[in-house]
């Protein structure tokens, strides 16, 4: 049998790993046991473990002190939103808190967008919604649905509502298939988010955020029907 190349044993180690740790197996806050022994126990070399520590640091689950050990990082409380993509892969139970945040994250986007939006960004805004439209497939009617929200974060003039929109969206990239509910039929998918982009070409606030909520809880209720 040929051997597995390096790299395919860190993928492998790195998410299981990863589990241990959101499962609880290595609580936060607790040191890892020597390498070797670690190593010893999952089948690997120190050199493979090194590797897939390495990755589990940059994703913010793990720390090492030199001299001290590796600990698993309290990242409940320490975390940021850039691990919302692996917690959603572990446990789908977190797209619920998402949805919260989509809401009322959305309806504000929505009628600052309206306040403040440019009238070329009005004119994009109904350029990607007829897109939607014209999308063939699911997927793509859910890609053209998903880059109307980006426009409407670029149009808030405000680029934190831009990196929030994009971290919202990588949050779920990892259950997005089971999501495609609302995106079936790109008509109705069109008629849907049409509100909101009319609203805020008017310039309408108010208008903006009551169609941004019924969107965001109409979508909301046709995307949880798909995960039970």
């Known amino acids: 049998m040929e051997a597995l190349p390096r790299e395919t044993i860190v993928d492998v180690l790195e998410v299981r ?3 241990d740790i959101l499962a609880g197996r290595h609580p936060a ?15 690997v070399t120190r050199t493979t473990l090194k590797h897939a520590f390495g990755r589990l640091v940059q994703a913010g689950l793990l720390e090492t002190k030199h001299g001290v050990g590796t600990r698993v990082r309290d990242y409940a409380r320490l975390g940021g939103a850039d691990l919302l993509p692996m917690l959603v892969r572990h446990s789908p139970d977190w797209i619920g808190e998402i949805f919260e945040v989509r809401r009322s994250v959305g309806a504000l986007i929505a009628a600052r967008a309206a306040a403040r939006a440019a009238k070329e960004q009005r004119n994009e805004l109904r350029g990607l919604l007829e897109a939607v439209r014209l999308a063939e497939g699911g997927d793509a009617v859910q ?3 998903i880059e109307v929200h980006r ?3 670029r ?11 994009n971290t919202l969206f990588n949050a779920y990239l990892p259950v997005r298939a089971a999501l495609v509910g609302p995106f079936l039929d790109p ?9 909101v982009v009319e609203a805020v070409a008017a310039g309408d606030e108010d208008g903006a955020r009551r169609a941004a909520e019924a969107y ?6 046709i995307m949880l029907e798909g995960l039970a």
């Not at 008509?187 to 509100?195: C, F, N, S, T």
């Not at 965001?216 to 209720?221: D, G, Q």
């Open 29 to 43: 806050g607790s040191y890892l046991p020597p390498e070797r022994q670690l190593a010893d126990g999952y089948g």
């Open 187 to 195: 008509g109705a998918a069109h008629d849907r988010l049409e509100p």
């Open 155 to 165: 149009a808030t003039g405000n680029r934190v509502y831009v990196l929030l929109t």
């Open 17 to 19: 790993l990863r589990e």
């Open 216 to 221: 965001l809880t109409a979508t909301e209720r």
């Open 143 to 145: 890609l053209a649905d």
């Open 151 to 153: 426009a409407l974060a």
